[in-house]
């Protein structure tokens, strides 16, 4: 019985057996007809190639051992040179621990000396020059002592103040006679502007006021209808809290009248282009007028609940009734 069925399932038909020969003839033919087809030449330009690539592979590694042995070099010369580098001592940055004060170089004492910063040895050079006759006429004088670094004396320069006419004997003038040569420093005054009559141009003639924020101030004070009070500048966009500060002391208003919008007439498109008025405070005040009829007041407008005494006490100065 299972002979019978692995006999059926194992045979076939004529056309099955055509079909099953068919498929295998063309499966060898195409793995064997590129074989047929490739050309000699080919096969010798990809030996070519090959050959070609190992050949680049070895230059690339002699390269790179070259390449590793130059870098090795200058390294260690690199190392060598920096242990052998002795920095100047004029481009070392060292601080420099001493007070700061007015002094004749030619009277001031050792101590005085130790007081300004300088070194021991320096100051023995300086006593020395002294001891043996030398003077110093005028500041520059002392840049030419032996040991004295240029930073020392760039610090001390300007409080080198030489008395008893060792300059002046020679026409020559002291440091301090040079600070009178120069016209004192005078604090700039800036004159009072009334923030709702001045332009740019007066904005900008205060500290830290420039184009941006002169425009952004004229631009404000159009939408609002004029400033009621000097604080509103604060609230001009980007205008640092130190440079309000600054520039407080100069505004002034003389004229605080401001344009106000009636709120018995105007429409919900109207007021929210206030700045001070949103759009959900804007249709509110109209959703207020429409069920309770005119405002008698502004005052009416507290009994919305979403304005609070804050907003109140901005827009007050900005709304009437008009009735009169």
């Known amino acids: 019985m299972l002979k019978d069925r692995l006999k059926e399932y194992f045979s076939f038909t004529k056309k099955e057996r055509i079909g099953v020969l068919t498929l295998l003839v063309l499966i060898v033919l195409v793995f ?3 074989y047929f087809f490739s050309s000699p030449k080919n096969k010798n330009n990809n030996k070519e190639e090959f050959e070609k690539f190992k050949n680049e592979i070895a230059q690339l590694k002699t390269e790179r051992k070259d390449s590793n042995r130059s870098v090795q070099k200058e390294e260690n010369k690199n190392e060598e040179y920096a242990e052998n580098y002795n920095e100047p001592y004029h481009k070392k940055e060292e601080k420099i621990n001493g007070e700061l004060f007015y002094f004749d170089p030619n009277t001031i004492s050792t101590e005085d000396w130790k007081r300004l910063g300088l070194r021991d040895k320096t100051i023995h050079t300086i006593q020395n020059y002294l001891s043996k006759g030398g003077k110093f006429h005028k500041p520059e004088d002392l840049e030419k002592i ?19 006419g060792y300059a002046k004997n020679k026409g020559e003038k002291t440091v301090s006679d040079n600070k009178r040569d120069f016209p004192e420093h005078k604090t700039k005054v800036f004159e009072e502007i009334d923030i709702n009559e001045a ?4 904005f900008i003639s205060l500290p830290g006021i420039g184009s941006k924020l002169a425009s952004r101030i004229v631009s404000f004070r159009e939408k609002l209808g004029g400033f009621y009070a000097v604080e509103q500048i ?5 205008l640092p ?5 600054k520039i407080k002391p100069y505004l002034k208003i003389e004229n605080g009248h401001v344009k106000k919008i009636n709120i018995n ?15 959900n405070l804007a249709n509110a005040i109209v959703q207020y007028r429409a069920q309770h009829g005119d405002y008698k007041s502004i005052d009416e407008l ?10 109140f006490q901005k827009i007050s100065n900005y709304v009437e009734t008009n009735n009169r």
């Open 241 to 245: 809290d130190s440079t309000f500060q």
């Open 32 to 34: 064997i007809l590129p």
């Open 265 to 279: 007439a105007a429409d919900a498109n109207t007021l929210k282009s206030h700045p001070y008025i949103k759009w």
């Open 302 to 311: 507290k009994q919305i609940a979403i304005i609070t005494p804050e907003i």
């Open 234 to 238: 604060s609230e001009i966009y980007n």
């Open 199 to 202: 332009d740019t141009s007066k």
């Open 146 to 164: 032996y040991g004295l670094r240029e930073n020392e004396y760039l610090r001390l320069m300007l409080y080198i103040k030489i008395e008893n």
